[in-house]
């Protein structure tokens, strides 16, 4: 049960602020990862398709030296590039380049086609083209784990940052906005039963600040008048004893 301010400014107000700054900062953060992913699969796809033309030419017509050559060429400027499987259709392999044993769990197969008059003698039928081999990389994603194991720090980083700053937030509402408030409810509380000597502290030149002092004035105005009332009921009641106290041939007529 929502009561007070201090509820409504912490349910209504800090807490949909922090919800929404963490999605935010979630889907940022989920969003760089999955771009980390594709840019390894993508990595992956333009590799295959560097070499995809003399895989052709190793599995139809043998030339697996052009194609070890290409592979050469390809780690020399890809270091990522840790290992190449060439197959045929019949998972024969043909030619293999890196440390594929260790790797073989990372491994990405891709199809190697031809048009479907082709020459090799392993051949498939898939779709419209035939599938004459496939060929197996393998990237080194070490890269990929270091930027995503950043991400993951500067999620974290930005977590506690967000809680840093909701506290922050939270603190200072609580001492500029609902501790005067509190204060001054107690005060209008002691005013109700008849203590005139509380008074509000002030500081600052905010609303709350000038609240603050008219109700001090206020407070200041009915102790004197409740003062001033309470000398004159005490003048006539002396007024009052000292008539009843007096003779009476000296009492008025």
């Given amino acids: 049960m929502i009561t007070t301010i201090r509820q409504r400014i912490y349910v209504f107000g800090l807490l949909p602020l922090g919800v929404l700054a963490v ?12 771009d980390a992913n594709r840019e390894l699969e993508t990595s992956r796809e333009v590799t295959a398709a560097l070499l995809q033309g003399t895989a052709l030419d190793a599995l139809v017509v043998g030339d697996i030296f052009h194609f070890e050559q290409a592979v050469r060429a390809v780690r020399a400027r890809s270091p990522a590039l840790t290992c190449v499987l060439l197959s045929d259709a019949k998972q024969r392999m043909v030619t293999r380049a890196g440390h594929c044993e260790k790797n073989a769990s990372q ?13 090799s003698d392993y051949e498939e039928r898939s779709g419209t083209r035939l599938v004459i081999g496939q060929m197996g990389l ?19 980083l930005s977590l506690l940052l967000i809680g840093a700053v909701l506290a922050a937030t939270g603190r200072l509402l609580r001492s500029r906005l609902i501790a005067p408030i509190q204060r001054i409810g107690n005060a209008m509380h002691a005013l109700s039963q008849r203590d005139y000597g509380t ?19 206020t407070i200041s105005t009915i102790a004197d008048y409740t ?15 000292d008539a009843d106290a007096a003779p009476p041939a000296a009492r008025p007529r």
Avoid: W
């Fill in 199 to 217: 008074r509000l502290p002030i500081g600052g030149n905010d609303e709350l600040t000038r609240l603050a002092q008219a109700i001090n004035n």
């Fill in 23 to 34: 999605s935010l900062v979630l889907l940022n953060g989920f969003s760089r990862i999955n």
């Fill in 138 to 156: 393998v990237m080194d994603d070490l890269n990929i784990v270091r930027k995503r194991h950043e991400i993951l720090l500067q999620l974290c």
């Fill in 107 to 119: 491994m990405a197969y891709f199809q190697v086609r031809e048009p479907a008059k082709g020459l």
């Fill in 227 to 241: 003062r001033e009332l309470e000398r004159r009921r005490n003048e006539a009641n002396q007024a009052l004893q």
